[in-house]
């Protein structure tokens, strides 16, 4: 793997994570601790990381409020917007949809038909809002404790109104999937969302950048390929992970990021 396709995954994780450990990534990426210590050292030069033993955490003004979302909507720009574009071909007027707090399913707003007619359910604050800007789009928007970094709603009372409602289609985001299809989270509250939404949608649709696929698994198993009947991703998206769909016999679709 190229250097800086290397530093852009480690910081995309740690935008993702708030935090990084060598052993961990060494494996993940599949190149010598060494390598990983190096690369840390260029993130900290930028500013962009803080070193810790063993690892690197997020500078702590990167931790407050919408500047950790606002972040994440700002990697991998050109991929997530052609891979929200792809996604709106999968919606037929008069859909029921649960959209998730993911930046790049949130990206979907910006290519939606005006005057399409939907139901969409979701946990974000934010793309409520975005999706109530369309005349012919019913919005419901769960409730709960408002997470003050992804901006969604989480905990008990969102997680048990989730599991009370049925979705045609489901589009959910993963902050990290290894090539052998295992998703995994460090936030409990968004793992059990997304296996509600999951398991209460006809169809799931996984939308992810190339930068979320890794060699190993970290943190909790949130769900894996099989719950998905279709995954949009960019042209970049390792080889073993695309051969492990096919396998699957999973729909993959891939964008070049050219918007």
């Known amino acids: 793997m190229y250097k800086n396709n290397r530093l852009k995954q480690i910081q995309s994780f740690l935008e993702l994570h708030g935090s990084v450990d060598i052993s961990t990534l060494s494996k993940a990426l599949g190149v010598s601790e060494m390598t990983i210590r190096r690369d840390l050292s260029v993130l900290v030069s930028r500013g962009t990381a803080v070193r810790t033993h063993g690892g690197a955490i997020l500078p702590r003004e990167r931790y407050l409020g919408d500047v950790y979302m606002d972040s994440r909507s700002q990697i991998n720009v050109a991929e997530k917007k052609a891979i929200a574009k792809a996604a709106i071909a999968e919606l037929q007027p008069g859909d029921s949809v649960y959209i998730d707090d993911g930046s790049t399913v949130a990206a979907m707003t910006q290519f939606i038909p005006h005057n399409i007619q939907l139901r969409v359910t979701t946990t ?17 928007a769960i409730g709960g404790r408002v997470s003050k970094t992804t901006k969604s709603a989480a905990g008990p009372i969102a997680l048990e109104l989730l599991q009370s409602m049925y979705f045609k289609t489901a589009f959910i985001g993963v902050p990290y999937i290894t090539v052998d299809g295992i998703i995994t989270s460090n936030a409990i509250d968004e793992i059990h969302l997304k296996k509600a939404a999951i398991a209460q949608s006809q169809r799931s649709i996984l939308l992810m950048d190339s930068s979320k696929i890794h060699k190993e698994p970290i943190n909790i198993k949130l769900a894996s390929l099989d719950d998905f009947q279709l995954v949009i991703t960019d042209s970049r998206a390792d080889s073993n992970f695309l051969a492990n769909c096919m396998e699957k016999k999973i729909q993959v679709k891939l964008q070049l990021s050219t918007l």
């Open 124 to 140: 974000s604050m934010s793309a409520a809002l975005e999706f109530n800007k369309f005349p012919n789009i019913d919005v419901i």
